[in-house]
């Protein structure tokens, strides 16, 4: 069973940046990844994802804003974060985009003056 460890997360002020790596435990260079939010109170969301050719899709609130990327070499992906808003926060977390593998712990990023 895969997992995943996400890091980097933190406390920012409005308009910083923020970068967050997960580090999968098995090989998944095949595999569409994603990067999903959970705000307290609401439903986990799908922000970012990149398949296998590393072409991303992104959420228009996270549009021009979130980039994605992936080192299949290192069976790691990243979400580049900048400009980051009061609305930015959450726990984040990465996963397969589609057929959910378990969930990690995932990074608390929080956004506040």
């Known amino acids: 069973q895969v997992q995943f460890v996400e890091s980097g997360g933190g406390l920012v002020q409005p308009g910083g940046s923020l970068r967050l790596s997960c580090a999968a435990s098995?090989?998944?260079?095949?595999?569409?990844m994603g990067w999903f939010r959970q705000a307290p109170g609401k439903q986990r969301e799908l922000v970012a994802h990149?398949?296998?050719?590393?072409?991303?899709n992104y959420a228009d609130s996270v549009k021009g804003r979130f980039t994605i990327s992936r080192d299949n070499a290192k069976n790691t992906v990243y979400l580049q974060m900048n400009n980051l808003k009061p609305e930015d926060t959450a726990v984040y977390y990465c996963?397969?985009?589609?057929?959910?593998?378990?969930w990690g712990q995932g990074t608390q990023v929080t956004v506040s003056s």
């Open positions: 098995t090989n998944i260079r095949l595999s569409t």
């Open positions: 996963n397969t985009a589609y057929n959910n593998r378990a």
């Open positions: 990149i398949n296998f050719a590393s072409m991303p």
